[in-house]
């Protein structure tokens, strides 16, 4: 059986290896750890938006009640024209009277908020704000 010096099968390791037979798969007498990787790191990023509205007249929600984007305000006062769109990564949250709804109770879109019908009313100067959270995340 004829003997020959082979190199290591490993990609990154280039010592030669004894000598083998034809046969057998050429190893080095080193120890193949698999290289550290620098981890890479996750941060996420909340991006929140506040929108306020306080209705003048008493609303009775017998019907589902739209209010359209336009009659909310945010933070820095201003009309706004459109509710941020959170998709499938965020969501929103209602408060009315400084309570949190549950989810099943409205719905909102690009251009309204939409509150089911509950047979309760939502008295005048009672403030109704949307807090609409989108988060974002990035590879650091």
């Not at 996750?42 to 009640?65: A, C, G, H, K, N």
Request: with cysteine; aromatic share 12%; proline share 4%.
């Amino acid at each position: 059986m004829k003997m020959q010096r082979k190199k290591c099968k490993k990609k990154y390791c280039f010592k030669l290896t004894g000598f083998v037979d034809k046969k057998s798969p050429p190893r080095c007498k080193r120890r193949h750890r698999r290289s550290k990787r620098k981890s890479s790191k996750i941060r996420f990023r909340p991006m929140i938006q506040r929108y306020f509205f306080i209705p003048s007249i008493d609303v009775t929600l017998s019907e589902e009640w739209r209010l359209p984007a336009g009659q909310f305000t945010d933070d820095s006062g201003k009309t706004i024209e459109r509710f941020q769109s959170v998709g499938k990564k965020g969501y929103y949250n209602l408060f009315i009277n400084g309570v949190i709804q549950a989810g099943g109770l409205f719905d909102v879109s690009k251009d309204a908020l939409y509150i089911k019908r509950t047979g309760t009313t939502i008295l005048a100067g009672t403030p109704i704000i949307i807090e609409s959270i989108k988060i974002k995340a990035y590879i650091v």
